[in-house]
């Protein structure tokens, strides 16, 4: 029984289906069959940008490093919280491609249009700037890494800034299902299309074996991105592994339902932690809760369940995760509730 | 009825069999899983080097950017025939990485240690040459991009080559097992384990839906080489999709078992196709033919069943493939031998 | 007495006057100074292109890899001929920037209309050429590495090619100097600024210590070119050094009279090579005149005069370099041709 | 009358002398020649490590990133203060190069071994971190981009941490002649050459027109880095330029002697300073001197006499520096000081 991550189970049983179903029909490689074709459509439908573009891409980390080095010219870097995981857990991908990640100082892992105004305010307060890196976009993720989301207003304002410094606003949805279906958010996809220019929903922590779909809401933003996407090794030969995973995910609301389901035990686990007295690190509305724990009783829990190390708190203090997903069984988190 | 490539189906059977038993358990990501383990030990003990070390990406492109990068110091390039994929269809990602590609002419898309051998002697003559690319290791497709195989004498002459100037042998097997398993060859897994520094073992042609399996028979050859795969972005959260498949596929010689299905079906395709008069572009044993054929006739084939152009020959010629798999029918080739 | 490169003197006189004159005048830094100015104004205007940019950089290498990187985009390559500097003799540096160099083959060094047209029409003739690297521009050295030069004409034939094709055509000036300085040449620099979109006019070979003049005869065409200058380690904090010796090189035609007295003095030696019974290797009308000789002949000869190695002929035969320059003195070359 | 920077004037009339009595003789390029191999020689004696290397670069950035970029592996970063002059404005060169800047919190622009020390206790703490940037160097600047020294001991400390977790230690010495004549300084040439693997004597900002000299006190730690140079564009082709200047101002101590003018230039102005009533940003022992001025106060002195913007301290008040060298003359600084 774990609650380390949302990755550690195989594939909705729905997607399983169709992967056998379809298993011995030939297809044309590269993502140039009909499953990608009619989960592209389905997807742009679902995003309300029927004239946008989708691509698909492995995963995360890549699509990241492809994304960000598509969108910036040489001299650019991209805006991100401190926090964000193209600046901690790619493992300097993004440098790789010769981009510096340009910092801001996040709140619960979120940056806000005023402090994103305000450096790129200073930035170009001062010719002198110009031996230093470019502004070239900013990067958000959504939920971020902290389990947090961002308000429908807070990313238009972001937006409005960026587009005040004709800069793209790109937003890593690794784990977007699980902010779409969170309570009382007003982020929906055609909110994000409407609020970036470019994002993804992330398959791979939402039911897939891997795959990440980027849609681009206006067409032709970022020109032979397929080349791009090659030239990263980031496409899929056997592409319809992916056209079909997003195909069976946007059929009848399977990726939003299967994120609700996530979402209702995080909040059961939640519930019973506030109950038994825990000290939750910060309020995540999404499949992530963020616990501050004495080591002593850490130790103990680890004994009987499996959890995730979060960061140090202090010498006796540790943030520790639980995650749910679309595979979360009502029996462990019982048990894990008991254990508790 | 198509006959373009060996990624049109999904997955082998088996493997297929195999995600789906283990769909719902909860495994660590990353590659720790108990099927990557287990896959690795088994590859290993195919290739008869036990100590050394595999490691899963995603694709092949991405895996020998990720593998040339990580051998090359930032001033050498890699040596590989002129056609050689790296050089040729993967949209500049070796470039990307900062290398050149530093080509030597080929014959039936091979190279060999006498050229090699000439060219980095050359390389070593003239002080001078510290101006240019360092020759930093030396990159080989087998099978090649013409279908034709390398012999055992051949791979361990290049490799004497590179051992007297230091550089590493990479071999880029993404069709291995349809090397492996044609007739008359004597190249097998230990003896590329003993005859390279490193090399990987296709599965996306090769009955997989994604996944290359890079051995390391040396271990330690390429310190820190999972944070390169992360950097790269080829690093699969959910690993053990391709642990499951190369554990299967390296089960009761599944790997060698279907590749031979392939072998069988080309081979009766060559057959046919000298019988019915048609012009060989070249011989290859395994599952590529290359036919050369009169424009007018290839167009009325083209009508009837698919298959790939390969390259113009001349204004009324062009170079035609036909591609065999682990997934071709026995009935898809009767029918196809009748339209030929 | 040394006749193997045109680099091998300090500065001509008149820049060293100049040097000497300014010395401990303050000036800022970073090419904002008056020296700089007032040369970038006497280059556009002797380029009859006064609303064009002049960018100055120290070296030649450096300003091909800068000015590539800054004309491409990621996922594009640049067209040389397989003999150009850029592909051979700079150390990967365009590889460096994450771009490939696309050769063609040459004829005494250049490359043509046709050669390039064809290239492009074949790339676009098949979609599948999206997995390849994409032709971005087109590079050309005038004069080439062998010497010779393009006519107004041919440059104007590629140039027509390239805006077919929307993509820029750059010329490396490194030598540039000393073609438009040759005999019975109909390329002027208003040629130039007519007929390519970027090019350098080299200093270090034609009189400075140090620094080519990169001229954009359409203002904009590179943005934030200063920051890209910065990035690659290019730009001189004491500009001034470069501004002062191309001021000086612009100020009454310094430039080509010190490029003419390098061919008057070239024109001389190929006249006695000719009359001695030398064989050309070809025919160049600049300041490096190439020489197939036998092997004995030359190591009797380099006991007697400096002089370079160019390439391997045969096992008895080697193509030999002398190279006049803007300080080629009269009683050296007599005393060469003597020798000869 | 400037006191903006150090690099405003041309070149020590001594190395201007030696520049025009060796003008037209005639040696190699690319640092063959005689003055280059003098030069390295007084240096390496200089440094007390006559078995070392020194390699000669032109500019400061490009130093950084040549230098850095061969001693880091592609999956490594570079530790250095947030304020150091890699992070900040040098436009991204480093990232340009494909690795991260992991930047440490700094006092008055210095980091210590004990920051230094926990970092990489840390990283190395939890094998998770193997998804991040590898710190695989310590960059340091001496003086800082504040003015301020290290102390030999301070330096060692670093270097023992550094060993402890083998990874080279490099000291950016753009400014290194100013720090090598503070007062009370006790690094010194051979100090450097014992306490770090790769430093560099600044001769931009100390008296050259340009270069910089990088020396690596072991032989051989950086395998072909003449190669790397080239590949950089760092190579200057006339290279005898750089020898020049660096031979001069190591005869007859010529780089302190000249250092230690712009060092009791800048003590002179400091006490003036401090009795004038003007507050110090901060203590610094070098030709930097960092001002605390009310806004009112800094328009009215920037009317008569040029000095540098540093930083925004307040709405009200800004930190400006006034820069000695050596060519600092004393009847400009009185005339500052009256100013004052």
């Not at 289906?17 to 074709?37: F, H, I, M, S």
């Not at 709140?107 to 470019?134: C, P, R, T």
């Amino acid at each position: 029984m774990k609650f380390n991550c949302d990755y550690m189970e195989g594939v909705h049983p729905q997607i399983l289906k169709r992967l056998v179903e379809t298993n011995l029909e030939q297809t044309a490689g590269y993502g140039n069959d009909p499953y990608c074709a009619s989960a592209k459509k389905k997807i742009l439908e679902a995003c309300e940008c029927p004239d946008g573009e989708v691509h698909f891409l492995v995963g995360g980390t890549q699509t990241n490093a492809t994304v960000i080095a598509a969108l910036l010219h040489s001299y650019d870097g991209v805006i991100a919280a401190e926090t964000g995981h193209v600046n901690v857990h790619e493992a300097g991908a993004i440098e790789y491609t010769g981009h510096k990640v340009l910092t801001l100082p996040q709140k619960d892992g979120k940056i806000n249009a005023e402090s994103v105004g305000s450096y790129l305010k200073w930035f170009y307060s001062d010719e002198n700037h110009e031996h230093m890196v470019q502004p070239g976009m900013v990067y958000l993720t959504h939920p971020t890494e902290y389990g947090t989301l961002y308000t429908a207003r807070e990313l238009e304002e972001i937006h409005k800034v960026c587009q005040e410094y004709q800069i793209p606003l790109f937003v890593d949805g690794a784990r977007l299902g699980y902010g779409l279906a969170a309570e009382d958010t007003d982020v929906t996809l055609p909110v994000l299309a409407r609020s970036c220019d470019v994002f993804y929903i992330g398959g791979t922590k939402v039911g897939a074996f891997c795959g990440e779909a980027v849609v681009i809401p206006k067409k032709g933003l970022i020109p032979k991105f397929f080349t791009t996407i090659k030239q990263h090794g980031a496409l899929l030969a056997k592409g319809r592994l992916i056209g079909i995973q997003f195909d069976t995910l946007f059929t009848d609301h399977l990726y939003l339902d299967i994120s609700r389901h996530a979402i209702v035990k995080a909040e059961k686990l939640k519930k019973a932690l506030v109950e038994k007295g825990y000290t939750l690190y910060l309020d995540s509305p999404t499949n992530q809760q963020f616990v501050l724990m004495e080591n002593r009783k850490k130790n103990e829990l680890l004994e009987k369940v499996d959890f995730d190390f979060f960061e140090n708190y202090d010498d006796t203090h540790t943030v520790m995760r639980f995650v749910t997903s679309w595979a979360t069984r009502e029996e462990d988190l019982d048990r894990l509730i008991e254990i508790l």
